[in-house]
C-alpha cells in the first residue's frame, strides 16, 4: 500500500450549530484516482477546504505528504480547480495566458521579471490540456469547456502532485466531459498525478477511478468502482437520503 498524501483522522466540522462533518476518517492514497460523491449539502467541498488550509478543524487532525497541517508548506504540491471555475464572468479581460500565470506560487514581479522560464512554464500547462494555439486568446472568448481546461492548466501550473477539482463538470456538454476525463486519464497515468475528484456524473467516472468515497456528513462507502456500481438502488437510497434512480452504465 502506498502513502497517503491526505489523512484525515476523526475530523469534525460544523458551521455555526450545524455539524457538517461527524468524524471522518479518510486517506487518499498516493497515485489513486479517487471520486468523492455524495448529496448537495453533504460536505464534500468543506472537507476540501479543510484539506486546502482554508477552513480548521473542530475536532481531529489532518497530514498532508507525511506532515501535519500546521507545518506543511509545500502547497505547489496541490492543484485545485474550485467549484467556482465555472460560474466564471466570461466577460473578465485576461488572456488564457494570463490566468494560467495567475496560478504560479512562485513570486513572479509581473510587468517587469516575468522570466523565460517562468513564461515556459506557463506554456507548458496551457500545451499540457490542448489549448496552446488559444494562448494568447481572451478567456471570455472560449466555450465552458475549453475555460474549463485552462483553469486545469491554472491547477497544473506549478506540477503538483496532487489536483484536487470540486465539480469540473458541471454545466459541460456530453463531448467535452468525454474530453475531460481523457485528460483526466493522462494526467493520473502519464504524468502520475494523485486525483480528488468530486462530481455527480457518476457513470463516467466510476469507469476512470480507482477508489470511491461517498459523502454524506459521514463516510457512507470507501472502495472500488466495481463495488460501488454493485450497491442497490436501497443502499443508495439510505445513503442520499432519498431515493436513488440507479443509471445502468455498462455499455
Ligand atoms: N460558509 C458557510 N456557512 C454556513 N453553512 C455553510 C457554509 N458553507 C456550506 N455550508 C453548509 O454546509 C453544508 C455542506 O456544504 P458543502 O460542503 O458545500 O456540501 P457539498 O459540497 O457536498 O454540496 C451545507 O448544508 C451548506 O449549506
Ligand atoms: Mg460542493
Known sequence: MKEPIVSMKNVSYAYEEKTVLDHIHFELPQGSFMG???????????????????????EGSIELFG???????????????SQKANTFNRGF???????????????????????????????????????????????????????????????????PELLILDEPTVGVDYENVRRFYELLHQLHEVKNITLLLITHDTGTMTEHATDIVCLNKT?????????????????????????????????
Open 36 to 58: 468523492l460523491v455524495g448529496p448537495n449539502g453533504g460536505g464534500k467541498t468543506t472537507l476540501i477546504k479543510l484539506l486546502l488550509g482554508l477552513l480548521k478543524p473542530d
Open 67 to 81: 506532515k501535519p497541517i500546521g507545518k506543511f508548506k509545500e502547497r505547489n504540491k496541490i492543484g485545485f480547480v
Open 93 to 159: 479581460p485576461a488572456t488564457v495566458f494570463e490566468v494560467v500565470s495567475t496560478g504560479l506560487t512562485a513570486k513572479v514581479g509581473y510587468f517587469k521579471f516575468f522570466s523565460r522560464k517562468h513564461k515556459a512554464k506557463v506554456l507548458e500547462a496551457i500545451n499540457q490540456v490542448g489549448m496552446l494555439e488559444y494562448a494568447y486568446e481572451n478567456i471570455g472568448n472560449l466555450s465552458g469547456g475549453q475555460q474549463q481546461r485552462v483553469f486545469i492548466a491554472r491547477a497544473l501550473v506549478n506540477d
Open 219 to 251: 463516510l457512507h462507502f470507501h472502495g472500488k468502482p466495481e463495488d460501488y456500481t454493485s450497491l442497490t438502488e436501497e443502499d443508495l437510497s439510505n445513503f442520499y437520503g432519498h431515493p436513488v434512480n440507479v443509471v445502468a452504465h455498462n455499455h
